[in-house]
């Protein structure tokens, strides 16, 4: 087989496109492990503080009214 090329342009296509997916790669590992760390966080701080997750991040209202609206019939829960 010869190196025409087409055949050194498909080599580094290819090469490229494997740098690209280990990169990818590497990046989902970290995001993974910052989340994990976030929500450890968040349990931990929870457990010393007695406000939950969403409340810590500013969505406390969203979950009192779903609350509210399971326990209670109010018109605007429909």
Sequence with gaps: ??????????????????IH??????????NGRAAMLGIVIGIITEGLTGAGI??????????????ACRTQ???FCL
């Excluded at 997916?21 to 970290?30: H, M, N």
């Excluded at 969403?54 to 609350?67: M, N, P, S, T």
């Design 54 to 67: 969403a409340h810590q991040i500013g969505l406390g209202a969203l979950v009192d009214g779903f609350a």
């Design 21 to 30: 997916l280990e990169q990818l790669k590497r990046v989902e590992l970290y």
């Design 73 to 75: 019939f109010l018109p």
């Design 1 to 18: 087989m010869t190196n025409t090329p087409a055949n050194e342009k498909w080599y580094q296509d290819r090469a490229s496109h494997q």
